[in-house]
């Protein structure tokens, strides 16, 4: 049983990077299919990067 959800939670981990490159690769401007293989730690890098170069939302 364990080892099932192990596997389910890795897929899901895996699913929303896959998705998070998705939406970072067109918003920084880069090719998809030049960057088709990035490593996990690229990905979390790259939106990391592009989130702190967007200027705060002010609430009012």
């Given at each position: 049983?364990?080892?099932?959800m192990?596997?389910?939670?890795r897929?899901?981990?895996?699913?929303?990077?896959?998705?998070?490159?998705?939406?970072?690769?067109?918003?920084?401007g880069?090719?998809?299919?030049?960057?088709?293989?990035?490593?996990?730690?690229?990905?979390?890098?790259?939106?990391?990067?592009?989130?702190?170069?967007?200027?705060?939302?002010?609430?009012?």
């Open positions: 049983m364990k080892p099932l192990e596997k389910r939670r897929a899901r981990i895996n699913d929303s990077l896959n998705r998070l490159k998705n939406l970072i690769l067109p918003l920084t880069r090719d998809k299919t030049f960057y088709s293989k990035l490593e996990k730690a690229d990905i979390l890098e790259m939106t990391v990067r592009f989130l702190s170069d967007v200027p705060p939302v002010s609430t009012k």
